[in-house]
């Protein structure tokens, strides 16, 4: 089996993140990397929507934004070449999506192999695609939560680095577990950041090794009953 040694240096990772709306998982992203939680840096943020409110996280961090607008590209392929460019101006040594809504082309999954990742609002393979929080209620599902992983030409399948999950209150409606999904992703992406960017983190085959070892809390969309919390970052 294959395993991919994901390799770091002293310097602090160079991050790009990709945004298309509020960038709340931007915020707490650059909340971790000021404190200097993450040994990380963001570079720039890109997003393909100019009223993006997430722009304006970045800006007020003193971050370098650009937009790269899909509405001005004749079709995805050469959407993806233009921010394959943008991208790789920056040199980045991780590739962060954080709510950005755009399919992405094999081509361009492939050139980023590795040191792409995204997060999902769903314990994973659970309800891959959109609109998760209405569908685990209506699915009736006892737990939800949220997955970080590696990307990969299929859509919300790649390796999963780290899962948080959380209990489906009888109460609850789509915001309302949106929202107690939402806090924990504000937790488990720097975490996931902060692992890659320590050198902490394998790929081997499709799963993701933390330290050389598999993580009991992956798979819990699948097995597990007991929520995982992860402990906060330490400073
Ligand atoms: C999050 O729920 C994330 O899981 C999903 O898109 C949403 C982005 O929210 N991929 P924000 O822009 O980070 O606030």
Known sequence: MEVIRLSSSNAPLSLVVLISGRGSNLGAIVHQCQQHRIP????????????????RIAQQAGIAIRVIDHREYA?????DLALMKAIDETAP????M??????????????????LIN????????????????RALAAGVERHGAS??????????????????VPVLEADT????????LEQEHRI???????????????????????GKQQPEQGLGTAKKKAYSPQPLSS
Do not use: C
């Open 189 to 211: 992406y720097p975490l996931a950041i902060s692992w890659f960017a320590q050198g902490r983190l394998q790929i081997h085959g499709d799963q993701v090794l933390l330290d």
């Open 75 to 79: 079709n995805r392929d050469e959407y």
């Open 40 to 55: 990380a840096k963001i570079s720039t943020v890109i997003s393909n929507n100019p009223d993006a409110p997430g722009l």
């Open 174 to 181: 789509p915001e309302s577990l949106a929202q107690r999904v």
């Open 119 to 134: 997060i999902h609002p769903s314990l994973l393979p659970n309800l891959r695609g959109l609109n998760t929080h209405a």
């Open 98 to 115: 954080a709510g950005f809504m755009r399919i992405l082309s094999a081509n361009f999954v492939r050139h980023y192999a590795s040191r």
């Open 93 to 96: 040594g991780l590739v962060v």
């Open 148 to 165: 970080v992983h590696f990307v990969t030409e299929e859509l919300d399948a790649g390796p999963i680095i780290v899962q948080a999950a």
